[in-house]
């Protein structure tokens, strides 16, 4: 179980002396449970929580990237923000409007980005398609044009705006749907899985809009939620990482990558011949050795996985264990933890116990 560095269980929910564009407290969500034949409901109603007892705030200007496995919690998380889903417990401020008691109001300054290809009419064009979504946002009319000429013209799309929606490739459906969640020109900018099922060219395209917008429009907020821990990595100022309907751990990544990343570690990559697996260390951290693991190529080649200390002293017992045997290292690779293992790793330890929540404070 994770703990809180400052010995508390929730982490911070609103930055000293700092603008708050989204603030979340204390919200929980839980959905009625089918009940099976013969299954009784249990104490809770056979109720099922997605979501329990999660506080964030997100800074103004800030783009902040809600990561989890299937089923965590973050997409339930953003529709409530967005007002789609209510929570049971707990309230949201967007840009100090009680999500709950003023949704109207709140939506004025939200925009969601969400790649449903069903909500397009796919005989309109781009542009009667977005007109249409204009006209259902209620932008102004002596706005609405000016502005998807200038959506259109940011996401390369002028060319193809009386092309039916239906010849458009996937890529620019998702643009289409980047164009829709910012035509009211709001505050806060709301993606969920932006580049979901995008060719790599089409994804680093998007992100790359992403960045540029930030750039020209520096006092939006933005909230990410992804399954690309890469696209949070290049993106986001800050992460969550949701498990379990709860927020385990948030930070900026590089903060949580020393956090949890197991700081002064390296790893290795060994590709050797004549070694036996009896004869290697084992794990010892007192011997800088915290993780061996041996598996054989497609050629035969023994391949040795180490994490070891970065002062090289593991490194140096496993190569004087190769040496005895006679065998040969053919290939040395060392790096450090990536995002994606330091991300597996804090998802490893909180299956089955999510119960507390750790704020990497910068």
């Keep these: 179980m994770m703990t809180a560095q400052n010995g508390s269980h929730s982490p911070r929910t609103q930055p000293t002396g700092e603008a708050v564009s989204v603030l979340v407290e204390g919200v929980s969500k839980r959905y009625g449970k089918i009940k099976q034949a013969g299954q009784s409901t249990g104490?809770?109603?056979?109720?099922?929580?997605?979501?329990?007892?999660?506080?964030?705030?997100?800074?103004?200007?800030?783009?902040?990237g809600l990561l989890g496995p299937n089923g965590a919690g973050k997409t339930t998380l953003m529709k409530c923000i967005a007002t789609l889903l209510e929570a049971s417990a707990g309230r949201i401020l967007v840009e100090n409007v009680d999500v709950a008691r003023e949704p109207r109001q709140a939506r004025k300054h939200m925009g969601l980005v969400t790649c449903d290809e069903r909500s397009f009419y796919w005989r309109l064009s781009?542009?009667?398609?977005?007109?249409?979504?204009?006209?259902?946002?209620?932008v102004p009319r002596r706005d609405v044009d000016g502005r998807i000429e200038e959506l259109l013209a940011a996401l390369g799309l002028s060319g193809a705006a009386?092309?039916?929606?239906?010849?458009?490739?996937?890529?620019?459906?998702?643009?289409?749907?980047?164009?829709?969640?910012?035509?009211?020109?709001?505050?806060?900018?709301?993606?969920?899985?932006?580049?979901?099922s995008l060719d790599p060219v089409s994804t680093q395209r998007i992100r790359e809009w992403i960045r540029e917008s930030r750039a020209h429009h520096p006092e939006k907020t933005h909230i990410l939620a992804?399954?690309?821990?890469?696209?949070?990595?290049?993106?986001?100022?800050?992460?969550?990482?949701?498990?379990?309907?709860?927020?385990?751990?948030q930070g900026t990544v590089p903060e949580i990558r020393e956090r949890f990343g197991e700081a002064?570690?390296?790893?290795?990559?060994?590709?050797?011949e004549g070694v036996v697996e009896s004869e290697l260390p084992r794990a010892d951290p007192d011997a800088g050795v915290?993780?061996?693991?041996?598996?054989?190529?497609?050629?035969?080649?023994?391949?040795?996985?180490?994490?070891?200390?970065?002062?090289g002293e593991g490194l140096s017992l496993v190569l004087a264990s190769i040496l005895r045997q006679g065998g040969r290292v053919l290939r040395c690779e060392t790096r450090q933890a990536s995002f994606d293992e330091v991300f597996c790793r804090i998802i490893a330890k909180?299956?089955?116990?999510?119960?507390?929540?750790?704020?990497?404070a910068s």
């Design 290 to 311: 915290w993780e061996v693991s041996w598996e054989r190529s497609g050629d035969g080649a023994a391949v040795i996985q180490l994490v070891a200390d970065q002062r």
């Design 350 to 360: 909180e299956q089955g116990a999510p119960e507390a929540a750790t704020e990497v």
């Design 126 to 138: 781009a542009r009667e398609n977005l007109r249409f979504f204009g006209a259902l946002y209620r």
């Design 162 to 196: 009386e092309r039916p929606y239906h010849s458009f490739s996937t890529g620019m459906r998702q643009k289409m749907a980047i164009a829709r969640g910012l035509l009211t020109d709001p505050r806060v900018v709301l993606y969920d899985e932006p580049t979901r």
């Design 264 to 272: 002064g570690q390296s790893l290795h990559r060994l590709v050797c």
């Design 226 to 249: 992804t399954n690309q821990l890469t696209e949070a990595e290049q993106l986001c100022d800050r992460v969550v990482i949701v498990n379990g309907g709860q927020i385990v751990v």
């Design 43 to 64: 104490s809770d109603g056979g109720r099922m929580w997605a979501l329990r007892d999660v506080s964030l705030s997100v800074r103004r200007g800030e783009m902040v």
